[in-house]
């Protein structure tokens, strides 16, 4: 659990910085605080399935890719 915990993280504090996407506009979009979007990103926490899909569905990439680290090369750039 600690591993997908860390792959979360870095691939949400990816996506949201292309994005150009402050924590507090994340959070805004998916009903949460800045700080849980922090937490999220530092690997504190985790949310349940459904919020990251929900995360996931918001920046074009699959569930499976907000959760592991390894990308093939066409899913290394989200869909916009």
């Not at 870095?10 to 994005?19: W, Y």
């Not at 899909?53 to 569930?63: C, N, P, Q, S």
């Amino acid at each position: 659990m600690e591993d997908i915990k860390i792959n979360v993280a870095s691939n949400l504090l990816k996506l949201r910085g292309a994005a150009n996407m402050t924590q507090m506009e994340l959070g805004q979009k998916i009903n949460y605080t800045d700080k849980a979007v922090s937490k999220w990103e530092r690997g504190d926490a985790i949310r349940d399935v459904a919020v990251l899909k929900e995360i996931a569905d918001l920046f074009g990439v699959t569930l499976d890719y907000l959760v592991s680290l390894e990308h093939d090369a066409e899913d290394t750039v989200p869909r916009q």
